[in-house]
């Protein structure tokens, strides 16, 4: 698996436990641990109890079902957890049997780690984040972007306008014609 950090688009995310201290002491590393489907909760839960430090990045998304939409904070990574773990101190074993976890992702017989500076980044991209809750994009005149929530979610469309208080005026083709609509700039990022 290689994960390249630097090219990443990592759209705009929260912690659901901000207060917990997430920076590594000697010897520990992050792991990621593969979960239960739709058990990220229940693992975070579980693994907390047991001492463990967790990170899971959510981000907002717009659910659309029975012609309701529905603002949701989703993992942003689905099936995964990551937490922090000194192999050589830790029963790391026991977190494979914890309620909502799969397992561990596994080498051979000890526990891979992710690579150094993944979770930093996304942890790096959230404190540095504005007031709007996101990372900010160089955004362009005239660029594609994609809208991450609300109930344009998931559209492409053609950035127009952009002021100094963090809105911006976007193009949406509908019915073959452009309609303009004025969002927050941390709803979008750019269309790759």
Same mark, same amino acid.
């Given at each position: ?26 010897? /520990? %590393? ?17 693994? /907390?109890?047991? @001492? ?7 981000? %907002? ?47 051979? /017989? ?6 150094? @500076? ?7 991209? %959230? ?48 019915? @073959? ?16």
């Amino acid at each position: 698996m290689v994960i390249s950090v630097s090219n990443c688009r990592i759209p705009p995310f929260e912690v659901q436990n901000p207060s917990q201290n997430l920076s590594l002491r000697p010897g /520990e %590393r992050w792991f990621a641990a593969q979960t239960l489907p739709h058990r990220e909760n229940r693992a975070q839960f579980n693994l /907390e109890r047991m @001492g463990l430090r967790i990170f899971i990045p959510r981000a %907002r998304r717009t659910i659309r079902h029975a012609r309701r939409l529905r603002n949701v904070l989703a993992p942003l990574f689905p099936g995964y957890v990551f937490l922090i773990l000194d192999p050589s101190r830790d029963r790391w074993r026991s977190v494979n049997g914890a309620i909502g976890v799969a397992s561990l992702i596994m080498g051979a /017989e000890q526990p891979i780690p992710v690579p150094h @500076g993944v979770v930093e980044a996304l942890i790096g991209a %959230r404190e540095s984040a504005g007031t709007d809750g996101g990372p900010h994009y160089d955004l362009e005149i005239g660029q594609k972007v994609r809208i991450l929530s609300g109930p344009f979610a998931e559209a492409l469309c053609e950035l127009d306008l952009l002021d100094d208080r963090g809105r911006v005026r976007v193009l949406l083709e509908i019915m @073959g014609g452009k309609v303009a609509a004025n969002l927050d700039r941390s709803v979008l990022i750019p269309a790759a």
